[in-house]
């Protein structure tokens, strides 16, 4: 069930990466992401929703997760963007993902209730990750502290 | 209700998960800083918000006491040489630890549990999404106080430069992206 949930997503990527990137550039609390490219900035997201399966089953405490939220923390530093935005950015993505779920109405039943806990499940831990090594990068890139 | 039978739980559990975490907390490689403050301190850091699980998860105070707590907590923490990303982990690990003792007590008979279940999940993710947004604000702050750093961006003449530059980039691709036309001069064909 989680799997149909996860694959939904994919499949509904462009649309979804679309209108997430009109939610942040447009969003008050993400005023920034008005100077990014707007197709570069389509592209990171469907990166992410394209491949959500891949992204939510890696291990995030390190491989890939940790490297692109790394340099991404890192990335957005040196393009001058607020550290709150970046979470902000990040938490409303993962509300995003979860609002398409409910959204197509996939939850009526125990069975998919209780996959709607376990796609939560991974869908915290991926985005906890994610935050934690933008900060992680974002701190590191600042370079006045020692870390 | 069972969400507030579900939080019920969480605070009558209190002791036995703040020490939980507080192991975690002291064994984790991103919690290091942690190691230097007072056992006892942080027993008591951890059981503030497990003890009061209710009162945190409440619609109110997530407009006004959990912006100011967290924003205050930002600041001490870097007072206290415990950096952003180790606080951020830290408040992570007690959400995870909530999180799998919430939902250890599903009842898959009933599908108005597993939605109460939801519901407190919820709260409990929005609780801490703002408790990690506010801490790091208040970090925000101390940076600016103390390094005298601020992102460029929320600097309004540095957020308009970034706006011209990305009109202009604009102006250039769409320059670049113009087909060159074709030009008929004396039987040759010549691009222009």
């Known amino acids: ?147 | 209700m069972l969400t507030k039978r579900i939080t019920a739980m969480v605070e009558s559990n209190a002791t036995e998960l703040s020490k939980d975490i507080q192991r975690k907390l002291l064994s984790h490689p991103t919690t290091k800083s942690y190691r230097k403050v007072d056992e006892e301190t942080l027993f008591r850091w951890i059981y503030d918000v497990s003890s009061r699980f209710s009162y945190w998860l409440s619609e109110d105070n997530e407009k006004g006491e959990v912006k100011e707590h967290y924003r205050n907590l930002g600041k001490e923490r870097f007072k206290q040489n415990i950096w952003l990303p180790e606080v951020i982990s830290a408040l992570y690990l007690v959400k995870r630890r909530l999180w799998e003792f919430i939902v250890a007590e599903r009842e898959v008979d009933s599908s108005l549990d597993l939605n109460q279940i939801l519901e407190t999940s919820f709260m409990l993710v929005r609780f801490f999404d703002h408790a990690v947004f506010y801490v790091t604000q208040g970090c925000e702050e101390i940076l600016k106080e103390k390094f005298g750093y601020e992102a460029p961006l929320k600097n309004p003449e540095r957020f308009a430069e970034a706006m011209a530059e990305k009109a202009k980039r604009a102006e250039e691709m769409e320059e670049e992206a113009r087909l060159p036309t074709l030009c008929f001069t004396k039987g040759m064909i010549r691009l222009e």
Not at chain 1, 48 to 57: K, N, P, Q, R
Not at chain 1, 97 to 108: L, Y
């Open chain 1, 1 to 147: 069930m989680i799997e149909k949930m996860i694959e939904m997503i994919e499949k509904n990527a462009d649309k979804m990466a679309e209108d997430l990137k009109e939610r942040l550039i447009t969003d008050g609390t993400t005023p920034s992401f008005k100077v990014l490219d707007e197709r570069d900035l389509y592209n990171d997201i469907h990166g992410i929703y394209s491949h959500l399966g891949y992204w939510l089953l890696k291990d995030p405490q390190r491989g890939p997760v940790q490297i692109y939220y790394t340099e991404m923390g890192k990335k957005r530093r040196m393009e001058g963007f607020p550290l709150p935005e970046l979470i902000q950015a990040l938490i409303v993505t993962k509300k995003h993902i979860w609002d398409t779920v409910a959204e197509k109405g996939i939850m009526g039943s125990a069975v998919s209730l209780n996959s709607a806990i376990d796609l939560i499940t991974f869908l915290n831990r991926f985005f906890d990750f994610a935050i934690y090594y933008t900060v992680y990068g974002y701190y590191k890139s600042l370079g006045v502290l020692e870390f």
